[in-house]
C-alpha cells in the first residue's frame, strides 16, 4: 500500500463524541431536576390525597346532618334554602371530584370569623349541639379542623368561632351556591417550622373544603373542614423502603452513565494506548484500527494513527531498502579501486605502462561514477524532503526551454496545441521531471519524443511517447525501483525515475508507464492551479 494511501473507514454506524457528551451532560442536569420534578409531583399527590380525605369526613358529617334534618323538622314544607339552579337529584351516583393542586397560586390564610346581625334559626343549633361530640371525636383521630356552618354561614358547631359567620370567605361563598369548592391557603403557626422543611410547600398550606348539604335542592348547611397535608420528609421517611428503590434505580443510572462514558470514550483510547506500547516493545509492529471505535472522532483518531503506524513502517522498509542499495551500489566500485589501487601498490616498477594506464582509467572512472551516483543521491533527497512552493508553469514554456537543447543531442520534441494551462507545479521541478524523461529516451536509443496533452478531473495528462528500444515486459513493475537500471556499465545510476516520482508526489501529480507497441511511453498526472487559465 502507498505511503500517503488513507485505510478504509468502517461503514459501522457511529455517533458524534459532541453528540455523546452532549447525551451525557443532559441527563446529568436532567437528574436533580427531574428528582426535583419527582418531588413536587409526590408533594402535590399528598396535597390531593388531603383533598379526598377531607372530602370523605364532609360525605359522612353531611349524611348524618341531613339525618337529623329529617329527624327533628317536622313541617310539611322541606328545610333549608332553595337552590332552583342545581337539577333534580337522582339515584345515581355523583362523586366529588378532587380539585386542588400546587400548581394553582397559594391563597392567603383564612380571613377571621364575622359578627352576625341573625343568629341561626333553633332547628340549625339543636343539630349542631348533637353533633358536636361526634365532631371532637372526629378531630381527635382526624386532626382536621370541622366545622358546621348553618344555611346563611353562621357556626353553628366547632371549637371555636361558634354564632360567627363564615360567609364572606370564598370556598363558603361557593358552597352556600350549592357547589363544592376547597382551597389551598397560608398556614399560619405560632412556630417556626425546622429549616429542613423548607423544601417542602406542603410544610407551610392548610387545606380548606366546603362541602355543601343539600336535600331535595335545598341547602341545609355546610361542613367546613381543612388539614395540613402531610409532610413529604415525613412521609417519606415513613416510605423509605421504596425510596431506597428509587434511589438504587438512579444509582444504576449514575453507573450507566460512567459505563457509557467509559465504553465510548475511555475503551478505545485505553486500546490505543495499548497497542502503541506493543508497538514500543517490539510485540506488534503496525498499529491496528479499533474493530467498535463508537464514536465518529474515536474512529477518525484510530484511522489516522492507524494509517500513521502504516506509513511509518513503509518509511522504515524504505530506508531499509533504499541503505541496502545505497551500499551495494557503493560498494561495487569502491572494491574495484581498492584491488586496483592494491596491485598499483605492490608492483610499482614492475607493472608495464599499459596495465598501469588501464587501472588508472578504471580509478577515474570509478571515481566519477560515485561522483555522478552522490549528486543523484543528493537530488533524490532533496526530491523526498521537497516542500511545494507556491509557484506555477506552463507546459510549452517549459518545452520550448528545452526543445534546442536536445535538438542538438539528436532528440527531437514533437508536439502541437499543448494547452497553456497553468500548472500547480514550480517551474524547476517541472523542467527536472522532463530532463530526467528526456535523458530516459536518449538513453535508450531514441530520436523522436512525441507530446500530447488531455485534461482529466482536475489534472493534465501529459503523455511523452518515444521511439526508443523500450521497456522488455520483465522490467516494467520494476522501472520506478531506486538503483534498477539497465545501462549500469554505461554511468546508470537508477534513480532519475525515482526522483522524477518524488517531485511529482510532492505536488499532488503521479507517473505512470503505459502500454506502447514502439519505444515507451510515460504518462505524466500534473495538478492544475486553482488559478488556472489558457494562455
Same mark, same amino acid.
Given at each position: ?16 463524541? #459532541? ?40 360525605? &359522612? ?41 400546587? &400548581? ?66 370564598? $370556598?363558603? +361563598? ?7 369548592? !376547597? ?17 417542602? +410547600? ?27 397535608? $402531610?409532610?413529604?420528609? #415525613? ?31 475511555? #475503551? ?87 596495465? +598501469? ?32 512552493? #507556491? ?56 530520436? +523522436? ?46 534513480? !532519475? ?14 507517473? $505512470? ?23
Amino acid at each position: 500500500m502507498p505511503i500517503n494511501a488513507q485505510l478504509p473507514m468502517s461503514n459501522r454506524r457511529l455517533f458524534r463524541l #459532541r453528540n455523546i457528551l452532549l447525551i451525557v451532560m443532559l441527563m446529568v442536569l436532567g437528574l436533580p431536576l427531574g428528582g426535583l420534578y419527582f418531588f413536587r409531583i409526590y408533594e402535590n399527590e399528598l396535597v390531593q390525597q388531603t383533598e379526598r380525605e377531607l372530602i370523605s369526613q364532609s360525605a &359522612v358529617l353531611s349524611a348524618d346532618f341531613r339525618q337529623h334534618v329529617r329527624n327533628l323538622h317536622h313541617e310539611d314544607s322541606a328545610y333549608g334554602k332553595i337552590l332552583p339552579s342545581l337539577p333534580p337529584e337522582s339515584d345515581t351516583y355523583h362523586p366529588v371530584i378532587p380539585v386542588l393542586s400546587l &400548581v394553582n397560586p397559594v391563597q392567603p390564610p383564612r380571613p377571621a370569623a364575622q359578627p352576625v346581625q341573625i343568629p341561626a334559626d333553633e332547628l340549625a343549633q339543636h343539630i349542631g349541639e348533637i353533633m358536636r361530640p361526634v365532631i371532637a371525636d372526629t378531630q381527635r383521630i382526624t386532626l382536621s379542623g370541622i366545622r358546621l356552618l348553618d344555611m346563611n354561614g353562621t357556626v353553628i358547631a366547632g371549637n371555636e368561632d361558634v354564632g360567627l359567620s363564615f360567609a364572606d370567605i370564598s $370556598e363558603v +361563598r361557593r358552597a352556600l351556591d350549592g357547589h363544592y369548592a !376547597g382551597t389551598i391557603r397560608q398556614r399560619l403557626s405560632d412556630e417556626p417550622p425546622p429549616p429542613l422543611y423548607s423544601m417542602s +410547600r406542603g410544610a407551610n398550606i392548610r387545606v380548606f373544603v366546603a362541602f355543601p348539604v343539600i336535600e331535595d335542592r335545598h341547602l341545609q348547611g355546610v361542613i367546613y373542614v381543612s388539614r395540613t397535608p $402531610e409532610n413529604i420528609l #415525613r412521609h417519606l421517611f415513613e416510605v423509605r423502603k421504596k425510596v431506597f428503590v428509587a434511589f438504587s434505580i438512579l444509582l444504576g443510572l449514575v453507573v450507566s452513565l460512567v459505563l457509557l462514558v467509559s465504553a465510548t470514550i475511555s #475503551r478505545p483510547i485505553r486500546e490505543l494506548i495499548r497497542q502503541t506500547e506493543r508497538i514500543k516493545q517490539g510485540e506488534q509492529k503496525l498499529l491496528e484500527s479499533l474493530k467498535n471505535p463508537v464514536t465518529y472522532e474515536i474512529a477518525q483518531l484510530s484511522e489516522s494513527f492507524a494509517s500513521m503506524s502504516l506509513a511509518l513502517a513503509e518509511r522504515t522498509d524504505y530506508i531499509q531498502r533504499f541503505a541496502t542499495h545505497v551500499s551495494h551500489e557503493f560498494k561495487t566500485p569502491l572494491t574495484s579501486m581498492q584491488g586496483a589501487l592494491e596491485l598499483l601498490q605492490d608492483h610499482p616498477d614492475t607493472m608495464p605502462d599499459g596495465q +598501469r594506464r588501464r587501472f588508472i582509467d578504471n580509478l577515474l572512472a570509478d571515481t566519477q561514477r560515485l561522483k555522478q551516483l552522490v549528486n543523484r543521491l543528493l537530488e533524490l533527497a532533496r526530491a523526498d524532503a521537497l516542500e511545494p512552493s #507556491r509557484q506555477d508553469s506552463h507546459v510549452p514554456a517549459a518545452i520550448i526551454a528545452l526543445q534546442s537543447r536536445y535538438a542538438e543531442r539528436g532528440l527531437q520534441l514533437h508536439y502541437s496545441n499543448l494547452p497553456g494551462t497553468t500548472l500547480a507545479i514550480a517551474p524547476d521541478a517541472l523542467e527536472i521531471v522532463l530532463i530526467n524523461l528526456f535523458e530516459n529516451s536518449l538513453q535508450h536509443a531514441a530520436d +523522436r519524443v512525441e507530446i500530447t496533452s488531455g485534461f482529466h478531473g482536475n489534472t493534465l495528462q501529459l503523455s511523452l511517447q518515444d521511439n526508443g528500444t523500450g521497456v522488455s515486459p520483465a522490467n516494467r513493475n520494476k522501472i520506478f525501483i531506486p538503483f534498477f537500471t539497465t545501462r549500469r556499465n554505461s554511468g546508470g545510476t537508477g534513480l !532519475g525515475l525515482e526522483i522524477t516520482h518524488s517531485l511529482l508526489k510532492a505536488y499532488g501529480g503521479r507517473i $505512470e508507464l503505459a502500454e506502447s507497441g514502439q519505444g515507451a511511453l510515460f504518462v505524466l498526472s500534473l495538478p492544475l492551479s486553482s488559478r488556472s487559465k489558457v494562455f
